[in-house]
């Protein structure tokens, strides 16, 4: 594995972060497959899919994206142009709600819903004939593929073979503090500020559903967790929520190859010492942490082709890379 130097100028974990969400890339893709995949009866979930020529041979990668994010997040669309180049299937997953996807059911997302997941791969192993399966996220997706994994455990479909996540919420209790710490409040407050923006939306398409005065007063993602998305999608309260949907429970369980990367300048995603000694004790799982590389960013220095003009296949984005490079040889 490659070790990660940051991009000149942009060293720290807050510059990391921000550069990471303002930085325009230019992604180019083939145009996907849109398939609509139900997850559970009334509910479905949007997923692009991007197929190679015999798509029943090779690798097939689902990529889990994080909270408020798309199937069209920077970090989905640069994996899956470099696992395009490197032979692979890819399916974009948009989350319940996300990708435009609103109108589709009067229900929330949260950070647990595996069996979401778990209903597109098995559509895709039924529908596609896929002969070899894995599994990506970041942050909320990344403890989403997580919990996945230790889920299925040992028995787990013989068609899956690896999960890799970057700067996976595994302690969702504990970042969610780290979140409303003065330092984070930016990250905190945007959040805030979208989520509180799909609550309205979605009262808008279903209002015998939801109640928008449940959000009054809400100052940090814990209280919004708490009448919100504890609220609504069946948890007892926000302790209920954290610890139900995190994948800290199941973690111990993974039975395949599991790689997971995280920085340890991240700003609001921590990772305890408990759950630590977890990834640690399982053989199956490969845990890296970087100095720097902030939120799902890792911007580093893009290495230069034989004719000096920057390489497609590393442009500097070192997450994106090591997670295809782990896949490659399944």
């Not at 999960?163 to 330092?183: N, R």
């Not at 302790?239 to 039975?255: M, P």
């Not at 053989?283 to 942490?289: C, G, K």
Request: glycine share 8%; with cysteine; charged share 25%.
């Amino acid at each position: 594995m490659k070790a990660f130097t940051a991009r000149r100028w942009l060293r720290g974990g807050h510059v990391q972060t921000v550069a990471s969400f303002l930085m325009s890339r230019r992604l180019r893709l083939p145009p996907p497959e849109e398939r609509m995949i139900e997850v559970e009866p009334g509910v479905q979930v949007l997923c692009h899919c991007h197929w190679q020529a015999d798509r029943a041979q090779v690798l097939t990668i689902i990529i889990v994206h994080g909270l408020e994010g798309s199937s069209d997040s920077q970090y989905m669309l640069g994996v899956t142009g470099k696992a395009l180049a490197a032979g692979m299937n890819v399916i974009r997953y948009n989350q319940r709600n996300c990708g435009g996807t609103d109108a589709l059911a009067p229900v929330l997302y949260h950070s647990g819903p595996s069996k979401d997941v778990e209903a597109v791969a098995r559509e895709v192993v039924a529908r596609d004939g896929v002969s070899r399966l894995a599994l990506v996220g970041f942050s909320m997706g990344g403890n989403i593929v997580l919990k996945l994994a230790g889920e299925w455990g040992a028995q787990a479909p013989p068609q899956f073979r690896a999960v890799a996540a970057v700067c996976p919420a595994i302690d969702l209790a504990t970042s969610a503090d780290a979140l409303h710490e003065p330092a984070n409040r930016l990250y905190e407050q945007y959040f805030l500020w979208a989520l509180g923006r799909r609550m309205r939306q979605k009262a808008k398409l279903f209002p015998d559903n939801f109640d928008t005065g449940r959000l009054r007063g809400i100052r940090s993602l814990r209280e919004f967790d708490d009448k919100v998305t504890a609220y609504y999608c069946g948890f007892k309260d926000v302790a209920d929520y954290y610890d139900r949907a995190s994948a800290v429970h199941t973690i111990g369980q993974i039975a395949v190859p599991a790689l997971i990367l995280h920085a340890a300048n991240d700003p609001f995603v921590r990772i305890t010492a408990e759950t630590r000694r977890k990834i640690v004790s399982n053989p199956n799982i490969t845990f890296v942490e970087t100095e720097d590389g902030g939120h799902c960013a890792f911007i580093g220095r893009a290495a230069a082709s034989a004719n000096g003009k920057r390489s497609d296949s590393d442009d500097g984005y070192w997450a994106e890379l090591e997670v295809v490079n782990f896949l490659r040889r399944f």
